[in-house]
């Protein structure tokens, strides 16, 4: 049911691509019936389930052969899958990295083998090796969350101070600076004029980095800030750039009587909207998620890699990231936040979820 429902989640707001494809030429190689290998980062998260289902149907269906692989968050594993992506003469590899730097030896072996590659939503750092990037826009993502943050703990209409926490993703993967560092671009005109305070101190991205994403990590760093400066003060929102992660969060809070009618739940803000968190946004527990159109970004990465294969250079080019060694050609995507009061506009109105399927159980 939880698979069901994401994947009616990334479809709730697909984006029409008509506009923005690229034109198809004759000119070059035909390459149908090629190996496409996609290497996902874990087959944990739901979201990767999604979208790699998702390009794996769109390639078969245009006569490519695939070669979809999860690497269950363990480099050496994602490593080895590429590998043998290599062997068997791959044409393309979609690579969404766990950590980008352990696969350089990796990506300079299949360029000299001709091979293309595409980073999908995590940029591939420090290589020459990597011929595009498919990603949402990470640091407008941050900015978003910040934004959500501060409206959430009503930093514009409250007396301060206003006492919040900051959580970031793990350190090895390239979208965690992009997003802590939109979202404090929002956050630290407040932390500036004094209205809002990061009670703890800790407001570097290395002092708030979480290994993994975990939610357990996340609730049990909450839970340590809790009892370091909280026995007396009050918190008021926590930026969290994950839904596992702000569930952990809520969870710690809870704990200690957050969520109640006499101490409120702070604001929490989140990132994919996945079930779980819709279901504790529409119950008045996390705050806010940002919502990723799964869809839109996996029919862009076909598209790309259907487009390079054909010779085609018309690629519709967003903008470049610098993955500090060269300026990589990107097709960003938006997103938008979600909250309690927008959930009927965008998924009971089109018939996506229902509002009993968002009941606590």
């Known amino acids: 049911m939880k698979k069901a429902l994401t994947i009616l989640v990334s479809l709730a707001l697909v984006v029409s691509l008509t506009a923005c494809m690229p034109k198809q030429t004759t000119n070059g190689e035909d390459n149908t019936g090629s190996l496409i290998g996609i290497s996902m980062p874990t087959s944990t998260d739901e979201r990767w389930n999604v979208e790699g289902e ?3 149907k769109q390639f078969i269906e245009a006569g490519y052969e695939v070669d979809l692989q999860y690497a269950d968050d363990q480099v050496s594993d994602q490593v080895s899958q590429i590998e043998n992506m290599i062997t068997k003469e791959a044409k393309f590899l979609i690579i969404c990295p766990i950590d980008s730097e352990s696969l350089s030896e990796t990506l300079s072996k299949a360029k000299r083998q001709g091979i293309k590659i595409l ?7 420090k290589t020459n ?5 498919v990603g949402f826009d990470n640091e407008s993502i941050g900015n978003l969350m910040g934004q959500s943050l ?3 703990i ?7 101070p206003l006492y919040i926490e900051l959580f970031a993703g793990a350190l090895d993967d390239s979208n965690t600076r992009y997003y802590f560092n939109g979202a404090m671009k929002m956050i630290k005109p407040y932390i500036d004029s004094g209205k809002v305070i990061v009670k703890s101190g800790q407001t570097s991205l290395n002092e708030v980095a979480t290994p993994g994403w975990g939610s357990l990590a996340a609730q049990n760093r909450m839970q340590n800030l809790l009892s370091a400066h909280y026995t007396t003060d009050t918190l008021a929102g926590a930026l969290s750039p994950y839904d596992g992660m702000s569930l952990g969060i809520i969870d710690a809070l809870k704990a200690v009587g957050y969520g109640s009618a006499d101490r409120p739940m702070p604001a929490v803000t989140g990132e994919n909207c ?19 159109d799964l869809e839109l970004l996996s029919r862009r990465a076909v598209q790309v890699v259907k487009a390079l294969l054909s010779g085609d250079e018309t690629l519709a080019v967003t903008t470049t990231y610098y993955n500090e060694v ?6 960003l995507a938006d997103a938008f936040e979600l909250t309690k009061e927008t959930i009927p506009k965008y998924f009971f109105e089109r018939k996506t979820l229902t ?5 606590l159980k």
């Not at 090796?129 to 990037?133: A, G, K, L, T």
């Not at 996945?274 to 990723?292: A, G, H, K, R, T």
Request: hydrophobic fraction near 35%; aromatic fraction near 12%.
């Open 54 to 56: 998702l390009m794996r």
């Open 119 to 125: 980073a999908y939503d995590r940029l591939l750092m």
């Open 129 to 133: 090796d990597v011929d595009y990037f």
């Open 150 to 152: 501060m409206t959430g």
């Open 154 to 160: 009503g930093a514009d209409t409250k007396e301060g």
């Open 274 to 292: 996945e079930l779980p968190s819709l279901i504790s946004i529409w119950n008045d527990e996390q705050y806010s998620s940002i919502f990723l």
């Open 326 to 331: 060269k300026d990589v050609d990107c097709y």
């Open 355 to 359: 509002e009993e399927e968002l009941k």
